[in-house]
């Protein structure tokens, strides 16, 4: 993996991060804490896209189908993160 490869996926789990914190308001965990969200929500929504059949769900590279995806998917854990803190 190179260098470029890992800068485009902190950049789109940035994006798709605050995309998802702006979306789920109220959920939103600070900057670096959405982009970790994002990155992990880019393989969330990656996998949930694979199991759901839904096609172009699993690309590469900066695009609107990647950022969609990742969005996608960083929505679905902060709903997750969301009731594992509720029910603390």
């Known amino acids: ?10 950049l789109l789990g940035a994006v ?3 995309l998802a914190g702006q979306i789920m308001k109220g959920s939103s965990l600070g900057t670096v804490e ?5 990155i992990i929500g880019s393989f969330v929504g990656g996998w949930l896209g694979g199991a759901l059949g839904i096609a172009g769900t699993q690309t590469g590279g900066f695009s609107l ?7 996608v998917g960083a929505i679905v854990l902060l ?10």
Do not use: H, P, R, Y
């Open 1 to 10: 993996m190179s260098i470029e490869s890992i800068l485009i996926w902190i």
């Open 16 to 18: 798709a991060g605050w």
């Open 34 to 38: 959405n982009i970790v969200i994002g």
């Open 65 to 71: 189908a990647s950022l969609v995806t990742a969005t």
């Open 79 to 88: 709903f997750v993160i969301q009731l594992v803190k509720k029910k603390m």
